[in-house]
């Protein structure tokens, strides 16, 4: 796979051309040449799916507790729809598609059907569960913390600081990863050099669900 659409040739391994790929998954997530992140969320959200039909079981058993059904999407279902999101340059629509997985399986594992005429509000408070757009302001706020915390000389420094030679193609620009921190910056009233204190910039950037306080009482 290349980013420049316009270069010929390819790798040859044992006499064999590679086929050319517009995207390859790798360590997890989807890497396209575009780099676009569209079929990166679809996967993430197919692969939660896959892991929520997995534990129907439980999630649509009416003996089991509403308590246990939300411990079981907190730490087992979510995570797999949030696996690597920290990095990605998140726009409003991509977020939303996350949020329709997210409410559609709480409805579901609710048992409650669009005619019920009941809230996603409702839906949300009876499990305990924060709004899957603020979890993942939470890891990319987090994972910047750690970005700016880190060894001048660490790959994940360098990769931040770097500057790429040449100007941006006209026509509206991509999205960009700090587009989207820049924004989460000022809906939590953060500023980078606050970094170095790791107790402030936790608070002020974890979003807790309610359901966490409730299980400590």
């Not at 995207?23 to 197919?46: C, H, M, P, W």
């Not at 246990?68 to 990605?88: D, F, H, N, Q």
């Not at 060894?151 to 420094?157: E, F, G, R, V």
């Not at 026509?171 to 989460?184: A, Q, S, Y």
Request: overall charge positive.
């Amino acid at each position: 796979m290349t980013t420049d659409a316009d270069e010929d040739g390819t790798i040859t391994v044992a006499n064999t051309d590679l086929p050319r790929a517009k995207s390859f998954k790798y360590l997890g997530s989807t890497i396209a040449e575009d780099g676009s992140i569209a079929n990166d969320v679809t996967a993430r959200i197919q692969s939660a799916w896959m892991k929520w039909r997995s534990t129907t079981g439980v999630m649509c058993d009416r003996k089991m507790s509403d308590r246990l059904k939300s411990k079981i999407y907190r730490t087992v279902i979510r995570p797999v729809a949030m696996y690597g999101t920290e990095c990605w340059p998140a726009t409003a629509k991509d977020e939303a598609k996350l949020a329709v997985m997210e409410t559609t399986m709480l409805r579901w594992t609710a048992g409650v059907k669009r005619l019920d005429h009941v809230k996603n509000e409702d839906i949300r408070k009876r499990f305990g569960v924060a709004p899957i757009r603020e979890k993942l302001r939470e890891n990319r706020l987090r994972w910047f913390g750690h970005v700016l915390r880190a060894d001048p000389t660490s790959i994940a420094k360098t990769s931040h600081t770097l500057e790429v030679d040449g100007k941006r193609p006209r026509g509206r620009p991509k999205r960009r990863w700090m587009d989207t921190l820049n924004e989460d910056l000022k809906e939590t009233k953060l500023h980078p050099d606050q970094a170095a204190d790791r107790t402030k910039w936790r608070q002020r950037s974890r979003k807790t669900d309610p359901a966490t306080e409730r299980d400590r009482l």
